[in-house]
């Protein structure tokens, strides 16, 4: 075909004929690489080409086959969330955060709970990515520390985030949480407020998070000379109920702890329970640190001193992470490649009456 072609039209394709990508780049002096990044919002364009751009896809017509891509690619446009995080505040923050970043991309997110420890969970998750085609997958933890996902998810050839307390991956791949910075700024508060009868109550032992911020709380009583005594810890499963069953054990004892830091903002909740059962006030007769820093840590009373993780953020963030390469980026080189948690302080915790 010519410019002189009788048979094509002004804007450069066929008469009765559906305008494709690659008529828009001919009319547009654009590659198709341009094109597709326009259309997918990225910030990589200027902006003459983008108008440019956006003038001929308004000339010609053209919108984008969203089935056919997915065909061309052997993917659908679902994006998938594979979890086993028992706490359901953290996962309806964490799905909100990438439903803001998937808004306006086309692309639709699916969810699948499901148990790491059932025989299963392997084959399972194999069945969902290939049953819904996925555009690619969000790991939260402890979904995200499991290789025998992550090596199912390579061999699918299907795209994955991992959001973990530490870097288990390459950075494209990878958002990482930091959590024992955030367990240790808590340890850190209880100390320098005069508590030396700390307790803890740990998350589940199959979670990576557990062990990163007990050795963060650990490493910053060590700054001041404590130790955690082992009697005082106790290990929860990231529940309301674990934190109540915990809290019972640990202010059995005699003497009971003066402090408590909880794993996440579902098990200090149970601490709070416990307290008010016993006649204890909080903070007078117990201060009580969680993390994750929760929506409900502002609305109990007293409200909730916690570590703060960002976990719409994360959310969002990961998402933004799968869908560069469909904007034309490096998911390696977005930033905020981590996070960075901090301590709220509020009314749960106070110093030591001597």
Known sequence: MTDDDPTQTRTGSRPGKRPTINDVARVAAVSKKTVSRVINQSPFVREETRTRVNAVIADLGFTPDLQA???????SFLVGMIYDNPSPNYVVNMQQGVLDALRGSGLELVVHPCQRTSPTVVSDIRTFVERQKLFGVILPP??????????????????YVRIASVSLDTPGSMLVTNDHLGAAEAGRHLADLGHRRIGFISGPALFRSSAERGGGFRRALAEYGLTLDDRYVAEGAYTFESGVEAAQRLLA??????AIFAGNDEMALGVFKVARDLGMEIPRDLSVVGYDDLPMASRVWPNLTSVRLPIRDMG???AERLLAPMRGLDPAELNQQEVLPSLVVRDSA???KV
Request: net charge negative.
């Open 69 to 75: 891509r997915g065909l061309a690619f052997r993917r």
């Open 142 to 159: 402890s979904m995200s520390e499991d290789e025998r996902v992550i090596e199912v998810l390579r061999e699918l050839d299907c795209p």
């Open 253 to 258: 004892i005699d003497p009971p702890p003066t």
């Open 316 to 318: 969002r963030m990961a």
């Open 350 to 352: 106070t110093a030591l």
